[in-house]
């Protein structure tokens, strides 16, 4: 079945670092990907939705700049937050779309963010 | 854009007894509404899901119920095992074919 890997699983830094999840789609094509951040005992909430080749989508009140999502080609998504600080630790998982699967959507594993 | 709400947040049950978890939505043009299970600190996995074109799916203990005419679906496990405790997402994909999750629902299942 359709796998998306996400890497890193877990992630602890200090504030003001920058820090890049990438997203992939090991055996499909995923021309558009999305992001979400999971806060704790919180629901999933879309942040950006990216598409291979141009730039992300991004939902009001998600900041494009401190956000950062590069989909350079249609197995990878990169979000890079930048200069994090302690509000921005939280759970971020990707999921991409399948356009042939029966799913529209395929979860990654999600990365787990800690900032100290 | 979409907004899915949910009830109840939490949900308790005796095992053996039924869980129904409801949502509404406010994208009529909305036409797939999954329902997802999250352990803690893992992904989503998907459980069942229905089309706008479709009133029920059933698939064992779980089943799924959509109105489309008051825009709201819900989630139906019947017999319900401790393994089922877990929180449950529904989720509404509009036509700009993005995914909007509903607030989540706690489900404990007391053996």
């Known amino acids: 079945g359709a796998v998306v890997s996400q890497h890193p699983s877990r992630v602890i830094c200090k504030s003001g670092t920058s820090v890049k999840i990438e997203c992939r789609s090991l055996?499909?094509?995923?021309?558009?990907m999305f992001w979400y951040r999971q806060f704790p005992k919180q629901s999933l909430m879309l942040m950006a939705t990216?598409?291979?080749?141009?730039?992300?989508?991004?939902e009001q009140g998600v900041e494009k700049d401190k956000f950062l999502i590069n989909h350079a080609s249609l197995t990878l998504s990169t979000l890079t937050v930048t200069s994090a600080h302690p509000e921005d630790s939280s759970f971020y998982i990707c999921?991409?779309?399948?356009?042939?699967?029966?799913?529209?959507?395929?979860f990654g594993d999600g990365t787990r963010l800690s900032i100290l | 854009g979409e907004n899915v709400e949910q009830h109840p947040s939490t949900l308790s049950v005796q095992e053996g007894d039924s869980a129904v978890i409801k949502c509404t939505y406010s994208?009529?043009?909305?036409?797939?509404f999954p329902w997802y299970k999250q352990e803690l600190g893992k992904r989503p996995q998907l459980i069942i899901d229905?089309?706008?074109?479709?009133g029920e799916k059933k698939d064992q203990r779980i089943a799924v119920t959509l109105n489309k005419t008051a825009k709201h679906f819900s989630l139906h496990i019947t017999e319900t095992q401790p393994e089922d405790s877990a929180v449950y997402f529904c989720a509404a994909l509009n036509t700009g074919n993005q995914f909007y999750f509903g607030t989540g629902t706690s489900l404990t299942v007391i053996p």
């Open positions: 990216s598409n291979e080749g141009s730039k992300a989508t991004y």
């Open positions: 999921s991409a779309r399948d356009r042939a699967g029966t799913q529209p959507q395929h």
């Open positions: 229905i089309r706008s074109n479709v």
């Open positions: 994208d009529s043009a909305s036409n797939y």
């Open positions: 055996d499909f094509q995923a021309t558009t």
